[in-house]
């Protein structure tokens, strides 16, 4: 090993820099995108379940409204995020990120963290599953985007 290079360290390359955050802009809107993708499926299958099992379980109707509620408000986002580069988060609030944080949160403590009982019928694992795929999604997109206003990188 040459003793020059110990300890020595690459120059900041702005170039390599750009190249990094418009790769990681991409992986968030990515997850931001996979995550509506969700959407249609996610609300038949809640539709289903309230219908068949919300007598028995009220829980079912509550986690059916927050997703609603979750799914019009990443349209917004998603009309938002066209509309405005990744380099701008002047389109999309704190307070919106903080609103949808707050509605996946109350779906995760209504489902019990995506947790099967004893009594369930066929359309539960399946809705719980792709509720819990989608809450991945959109948690790291979440993270991603708040990222973006705590730092000043953008």
């Not at 990744?86 to 609030?93: E, H």
């Amino acid at each position: 090993m040459n003793m020059k290079t110990i300890g020595a360290t690459k120059k900041f390359d702005r170039k390599d820099y750009s190249n990094w955050i418009k790769s990681v802009a991409i992986e968030g809107s990515e997850n931001l995108k996979q995550a509506k993708a969700h959407v249609p499926v996610l609300k038949e299958l809640l539709g289903i379940l309230t219908t068949n099992c919300g007598q028995h379980h009220p829980e079912l109707i509550c986690i059916r409204e927050k997703f609603n509620i979750l799914s019009e408000e990443l349209l917004l986002l998603v009309k938002k995020e066209g509309v405005f580069s990744a380099r701008q988060s002047k389109g999309i609030t704190l307070d919106e990120l903080n609103f949808i944080k707050a509605l996946l949160r109350d779906i995760r403590l209504l489902t019990n963290s995506y947790s099967l009982s004893a009594e369930n019928c066929p359309t539960y694992p399946i809705a719980y599953e792709r509720l819990q795929n989608f809450d991945r999604q959109l948690s790291t997109y979440l993270i991603w985007r708040v990222s973006n206003f705590s730092d000043k990188l953008f």
